[in-house]
T-cell receptor
Framework: TQLLEQSPQFLSIQEGENLTVYCNSSSVFSSLQWYRQEPGEGPVLLVTVVTGGEVKKLKRLTFQFGDARKDSSLHITAAQPGDTGLYLCAGDRYGGATNKLIFGTGTLLAVQP | NAGVTQTPKFQVLKTGQSMTLQCAQDMNHEYMSWYRQDPGMGLRLIHYSVGAGITDQGEVPNGYNVSRSTTEDFPLRLLSAAPSQTSVYFC?????????????FGSGTQLSVL
């Protein structure tokens, strides 16, 4: 059973378009992180959200943590080819008590020039 | 700064062979971990360590052993490789145990078991 489901699995868009990636669960998370992974490399942290309803912005990327802390979204405005990669959400269910970060299934984004 | 260094980058094994995947970090991080990445399944935790001499199991520990004799090194051992262990393996570390801290990943080891 996958605790964190991401949608869509694949997304191919043209440069300049907007997009939203979703990370959903039936479980509550004390915090949630978003990572981006490029081919042949390990994931790199983009943001951590910890409060229900929290919104964080990183240039053209907007991250939101759901009010009930069961879901999160990543919105990219005016996508660029450099945004291409695998986007992964990762959640902490037990406030650090278990040291186990659970990763989502991933969304593979391709931005065509 | 080197960060998290994994070796080798690629490896092909025959079923039943053993090998060790190396991981080293130069950031004096307490926490180190091993993940495997398979298509459509995200990253799954194999084993982790919260300090030298302390290790524990993650979600998918069967078929893998770890040890942590120093703060810097956290090798992953496959005692008898199976085709189901074909995957991309990532080592990751963070400064302390807090799960919401940033994880620093190595660049991965692509393993094929024939």
């Amino acid at each position: 059973t996958q605790l964190l489901e991401q949608s869509p699995q694949f997304l191919s868009i043209q440069e300049g378009e907007n997009l939203t990636v979703y990370c959903n669960s039936s479980s509550v998370f004390s915090s949630l992180q978003w990572y981006r992974q490029e081919p042949g490399e390990g994931p790199v942290l983009l943001v951590t959200v910890v409060t229900g309803g929290e919104v964080k912005k990183l240039k053209r990327l907007t991250f939101q943590f759901g009010d009930a802390r069961k879901d999160s979204s990543l919105h990219i405005t005016a996508a660029q080819p450099g945004d291409t990669g695998l986007y992964l959400c990762a959640g902490d269910r037990y406030g650090g008590a278990t040291n186990k970060l659970i990763f989502g299934t991933g969304t593979l984004l391709a931005v065509q020039p | 700064n080197a960060g998290v260094t994994q070796t080798p980058k690629f490896q092909v094994l025959k079923t039943g062979q053993s090998m060790t995947l190396q991981c080293a970090q130069d950031m004096n991080h307490e926490y180190m971990s091993w993940y495997r990445q398979d298509p459509g399944m995200g990253l799954r935790l194999i084993h982790y360590s919260v300090g030298a001499g302390i290790t524990d199991q993650g979600e998918v520990p069967n078929g893998y052993n770890v040890s942590r004799s120093t703060t810097e090194d956290f090798p992953l051992r496959l005692l008898s490789a199976a085709p189901s262990q074909t995957s991309v393996y990532f080592c990751a570390s963070r400064p302390r145990q807090a799960t919401n801290e940033k994880l620093f990943f190595g660049s991965g080891t692509q393993l094929s078991v024939l």
